[in-house]
């Protein structure tokens, strides 16, 4: 048998012969059936139920007031987020009546769920004027998540407040994933592996034979993998170190270049020279605010 190309279809007769019919041939009835009403409405269903699923998941969607009320009351972490998206749209456009849901909103910097914590902190920086807001990302930089305390450092930048520059100058970092248990590594990533946020990690089994799973906090790099599939861990033992993605690169270095002073200078200047793996642009941008803080400094 001879390998066919994919995308050409033969031509055969309906009746499963290798010639076609003449042209003038009337169609046999089999030909002549409808498709069943049952297969349409479920090859309908495969397109609706997705485009569905998506719609109402999606951030863009416009929320009426008496929607944002709805979703900022339920207790679920998307429709709470889409609602705060949807005040950040409405801050960042001077619409003064955002103003009602700011207690709402700094409430939620406190959410148990993380998610809706960096949110918070993303729609905080809207409005640089409410020192309510500067108060609660002050405190959101001591959060145990790393991804929430980079939300609120980036945030802090439009008030002006230094507070954020430490955490600034640790997205320019490697960072260090430990053990929150002791356990036994089944699979674990290896060194070069580039992770999203939530990726996994390891996965592994403590004493009692549980299987749990170590995600990344961070999206990054793999730069040191100690956790090895077969081997044990213990608690706060270090598993991984990530490198930071050139998107969080970018942005500490452009907070810096407002905030920092000449202490940052060698950083940046490690980063104008090129890091491995940053594309271009980030050498780029590491220059121009090194400018930037020496001309602040007088230099």
Known sequence: MTDADPNQHPHV??????RMPPA???????ARRKTPWPLVVIAVLFVVVPFLAWYGTWFGRELTDEQIEEYLAEDKPRHVQHALSQIEKRIARGDAGAARWYARVASLSESPE???RLTAAWVMGADTRSEEFRAKLVRLLADAEP???RNAALSLVGFG???AVPELRAMLKPYVVTAERDGTARTALTEGS????????????DAQGEV???RSPLEGRVARATAKDGERFARGAELFVLEPDAVSVGDALRALGRLGGPEELPELE????????MPDYVAKRAVQEAEEINRRAGR
């Not at 007769?13 to 290798?18: E, R, Y």
């Not at 003038?24 to 089999?30: H, I, L, Q």
């Not at 580039?194 to 592994?204: H, I, N, Q």
């Open 13 to 18: 007769s309906p009746n499963g012969g290798g």
């Open 24 to 30: 003038d041939a009337s169609p046999p009835a089999a």
């Open 114 to 116: 993380k998610e809706v």
């Open 147 to 149: 991804v929430v305390r």
């Open 161 to 163: 407040d230094a507070r």
């Open 194 to 205: 580039r992770v999203r946020r939530e990726a996994l990690l390891v996965r592994a089994t």
């Open 212 to 214: 749990f799973d170590v």
């Open 270 to 277: 490690r980063y104008a020279r090129g890091v491995g793996g």
